[in-house]
């Protein structure tokens, strides 16, 4: 474990310089103290080794101490940005800066990472030095929404490091009522599950509102996220108001010769216990010759037969995308799912990709016109019925969006001759 | 003198408004080349995925526990070991672990050597514990009733084993909030903050420093109004009314819903972000009133290990803990796990006849 002697003390997690490069004395801090043991990384020991280095580091450890003796926190915020911008800096000032006033000043920059969090190891180096200059040099690799957050410096040298990487290819992200980070998951570029081409969906759609997220200006915060398949690593059905999921709409790749190999490796019970029952809607079924049958007219695309015998089975071929909208948490009025907006759409030519940039943008118009102050996209679907959301952007019903009809009478229907009529000419041109 | 200082002060620099950079040109050459045309995966041991592609070029990805809040040294030291025993090119999980990507299975051995030798844990693959989603707490947050990355590590700590084998019945995700807000994101298990009194205000401070209007419209119960307080415009909670979420707290600080003592924390189990299987869910709560208790924060460690011990010994393979509650029903998650039921459990917020059993669907 790593508690034993590391082999290398100085090329390990738990080294702690000997020079102390900062004229500040340490704090004492026996509670974070007692969170430098046991096997996993330490923060802590992290944190010291800036601290060795930095004076801000050493008051900062002083503060989160002090937090951790008084149980409560003591940062506020207040408004810095770069010039030019109106976001993208968490500001903070700490309220017990006469204690600890070398972080009195401790603003993070959140940062857009590149579209699948790739990097080389020459980037990560180049960012750490460039943090190293102009800030504490703490940086977490990933926040919540999916920024780099560049943690601690002064309003001052916000600007500096801001300037210093966005020369080299980075810009800002969101912070406040705004088009937020998106994230995407690897995707295409390492997972036979996706169906979507995650980089581009991700790039195309955030960098098309690049002014909405760097001047704060809609009715709380917006967010994109890019699953390329319906396990949706992303989390973006729960947490984003704008979810793009991968997905086909032809018949699953099923190879029958592989699907023995899996039985016999495995054993029929195992199959039958782990893949055929489990199927949410017994679209599936073991043939006497160990082949497997698939109903796919009623597979829901759930990918849980796909997850489990990766080499057997793969989605189809006729691939795209499927659009939900309006997901969050608690805050305020409870949780929402996103909901079906798009069941289907393709997402290969430039055609397809203007498209989905008109739904994107006409739901972020229509939010921004109608949505109340801090009221999210889900919140204000909630608020006016999804009838009134879709005819504000443009899209027809389809029964793909509901889990069921209504089953409340209290509803005026006078035109329903009308859009029973609508239903029909759609079907018709869609078969036409 | 006013001239000559204008004239040496360089124009503030335009932004370059370049959004979200490419990712293709941080891309491990074989993902570039098998772009869309991978063909399955496997994983070897924990902590490795295999994935194969249709050209039949190999990737080997070696996933590393970090501790997300990384400095020179660690970012330093890491970069060491990929340069040297990887190829230099890594990304991120949402979960904050680094994958390193290698192009042969002979460098996987070596590469989890060193960064075990280096102190790092390779795992969070598969049916594991992987790394806890994480927020910022004390460290920088504004709003926190706890910290973040000192809950992770104490539960890290305690959690290490299930993070570096597969012995899990499913993947387990574990969340961490430190306000109501709940940054941390649905789990299969979710500790998060929960405040159990009132805000706490400070009316010499209410008028200078909150948009009153917007703090009135913020409370999802309607609780708050504007008063007169000690001849200073303010504004008042009605405690019967208020169920101390703290959404006023954000907009209006002198609004303090932070409490040492009555500022808890509670568990939720059964989030679920995928849509294998069931249909997604959210968490449920299954406890409160847990002491927020730092440095590590014993008491929620051991109700975490008990539903993690519950669910491995009664979950079939695949389950993730929502799936395995939906089959064997509440009552029976309660029994097994010994945690008490309250009217607290009970939901009656909007949509909640929802959550009642309107059936003679019983488990005896």
């Not at chain 2, 997300?68 to 060491?80: A, H, K, S, T, V």
Request: aromatic share 8%.
């Amino acid at each position: 474990m790593a508690q034993d002697k590391p082999k290398n003390p100085e090329k390990h997690s738990t080294f702690i310089p000997k020079e102390k490069k900062s004229t500040k004395p340490f704090h004492d801090t026996p509670m974070l103290d007692q969170l430098e043991s046991g096997p996993w990384p330490s923060f802590v020991t992290g944190l010291k080794r800036l601290a060795h280095n930095n004076n801000m580091m050493v008051d900062l450890m002083g503060q989160l101490e002090h937090s951790y003796k008084t149980r409560l926190g003591y940062w506020k915020g207040g408004t810095v940005s770069v010039f030019g911008y109106g976001g993208g800096i968490i500001p903070r000032f700490s309220e017990v800066a006469e204690m600890f006033p070398e972080s009195k000043e401790f603003h993070t920059l959140r940062v857009q990472p590149p579209a699948g969090n790739h990097y080389t190891t020459n980037m990560l180096r180049q960012l750490s030095k460039s943090w190293e200059k102009y800030g504490s040099g703490l940086i977490a690799f990933h926040g919540q929404t999916g920024n780099i957050m560049f943690i601690g410096t002064t309003t001052e040298n916000t600007q500096h490091f801001f300037d210093e990487i966005n020369e080299y290819g980075f810009d800002l992200g969101g912070a406040g009522p705004c088009v937020r980070t998106a994230m995407s998951c690897v995707g295409s570029a390492r997972c036979e599950q996706s169906n979507c081409n995650e980089q581009k969906i991700h790039r195309t759609l955030v960098n098309n509102f690049i002014d909405d997220m760097h001047r704060p200006a809609l009715p709380y915060k917006f967010k994109f996220k890019v699953s390329g398949c319906p396990n949706d690593c992303m989390n973006s059905i729960q947490r984003s108001d704008f979810a793009v999921i991968g997905t086909w709409r032809d018949d699953m790749q099923v190879d029958q010769k592989e699907v023995k190999a899996f039985i016999k490796s495995k054993g029929r019970k195992y199959v039958i216990d782990n893949v055929i029952s489990r199927c949410p809607t017994n679209a599936l079924s073991l043939s006497d010759d160990d082949t497997l049958n698939v109903d796919n007219r009623n597979c829901v695309r759930c990918m849980h037969c796909i997850n489990v015998m990766t080499k057997a089975l793969a989605p189809g071929k006729d691939k795209g995308v499927s659009i939900l909208i309006g997901g969050k948490r608690t805050l305020k009025i409870g949780d929402t799912f996103g909901t079906v907006i798009v069941p289907f759409m393709k997402l290969e030519t430039d055609e397809d990709y203007e498209k989905i940039k008109e739904i994107a943008s006409n739901t972020i118009d229509f939010w921004a016109e109608n949505g109340l102050e801090h009221e999210r996209c889900g919140e204000m679907i909630e608020r006016i019925g999804l009838v009134n959301f879709l005819e504000g952007i443009g899209i027809e019903v389809d029964p793909h969006m509901i889990s069921s009809p209504r089953t409340s009478s209290y509803a005026r229907m006078d035109d329903w001759d009308q859009e029973a009529e609508k239903w029909r000419q759609r079907k018709q041109q869609a078969a036409g | 003198m006013a001239e000559a200082q204008a004239a040496k002060k360089q124009p503030p620099r335009p932004p370059i408004e370049s959004g979200c950079p490419d990712g293709f040109q941080y891309m491990h050459p074989l993902m570039i080349k098998n772009y869309g045309n991978w063909k399955y995966h496997d994983r070897p041991r924990p902590g490795v995925l295999h994935h194969v592609a249709h050209s039949g070029d190999e990737i080997w990805t070696v996933r590393v526990g970090t501790q997300r809040q990384l400095g020179p040294y660690e970012i330093n030291l890491l970069c060491d070991i990929i340069d040297k025993y990887g190829e230099g090119y890594v990304r991120f999980t949402i979960r904050s672990n680094m994958e390193i990507m290698v192009s042969s299975w002979e460098k996987v051995e070596p590469l989890i050597q060193a960064l075990n030798d280096a102190g790092y844990p390779v795992g969070g693959t598969g049916n594991s514990v992987t790394m806890i989603s994480h927020t910022q707490g004390w460290l920088h947050c504004d709003i926190p009733g706890t910290d973040a990355s000192g809950v992770v590590k104490a539960l890290m700590d305690e959690l290490y084993e299930e993070f570096i084998h597969e012995d899990m019945p499913n993947r387990v995700h574990i969340t961490t909030s430190c306000c109501q807000i709940n940054c941390g994101g649905q789990g299969d298990i979710a500790i998060n903050i929960q405040h159990t009194k009132p805000p706490k205000i400070n009316h010499d401070l209410v008028a200078n420093v909150c948009e009153r209007p917007s703090v009135v419209a913020r409370c999802p119960v309607a609780a708050i109004r504007p008063a007169m307080v000690n001849g200073k415009p303010s504004l008042e909670v009605d405690e019967k009314k208020c169920i101390c979420c703290g959404a006023c707290f954000p907009p209006c600080p002198p609004m303090q819903i932070n409490d040492p003592e009555h500022s808890k924390l509670a568990i939720w189990v059964g989030g679920k972000n995928s849509n294998a299987r069931s249909k997604p869910m959210f968490h449920k709560l299954v406890a409160a009133g847990i002491p927020n208790n730092p440095p590590r924060w014993p008491e929620v460690a051991t109700i975490v290990k008990k539903i993690l011990r519950v669910y491995k010994r009664d979950a079939k393979d695949w389950e993730r803990v929502g799936d395995w509650v939906e089959r064997i029903g509440w009552p029976r998650f309660f029994e097994l796990t010994e945690l008490p039921f309250t009217k607290f459990h009970i939901d009656n917020w909007r949509g909640s006849r929802n959550s009642l059993n309107a059936s003679t669907h019983i488990r005896f």
